[in-house]
Nanobody, 124 residues
Framework: QVQLVESGGGLVQAGGSLRLSCAVS????????MGWFRQAPGKEREFVAA???????YYEESVKGRFTISGDNAKNTAYLQLNSLKPEDTAVYYC??????????????????WGQGTQVTVSS
């Protein structure tokens, strides 16, 4: 059984930065593609970023150039670096693991395992 645990969320002013971590246990990180999604109050969970097992990167348009997804196989941890944060980035951020590849990684249905989420709040 794969378990994902996010950390690193918090309250930050607009223009600030955070780094979210997703610790993977039960299996090795290298065996999965990893994705980050977010859900704001009253809205559906939406795709943010993904990294495939081969290292291909996918980003939602509004975060391109501001967010960076990465993985550290030695630490079995995936990361999401959030820079130039905006109030509209406020949401609960979830990491997820997938056995799929390609552009389907931008869709929720590609993911089998999910973390519990970490809150990111950006004040104006």
């Amino acid at each position: 059984q794969v378990q994902l645990v996010e950390s690193g969320g918090g309250l930050v002013q607009a223009g600030g930065s955070l780094r979210l971590s997703c610790a993977v246990s039960g299996r090795t990180l290298s065996g999965y593609a990893m994705g980050w999604f977010r859900q704001a109050p009253g809205k559906e969970r939406e795709f943010v970023a993904a990294i495939s097992r081969s290292g291909a990167l996918y980003y939602e348009e509004s975060v391109k150039g501001r967010f960076t997804i990465s993985g550290d196989n030695a630490k079995n941890t995936a990361y999401l670096q959030l820079n130039s944060l905006k109030p509209e980035d406020t949401a609960v951020y979830y990491c997820a693991a997938s056995s799929s590849s390609g552009v389907i990684l931008m869709r929720r249905l590609a993911y089998v395992y999910w973390g519990q989420g970490t809150q990111v709040t950006v004040s104006s």
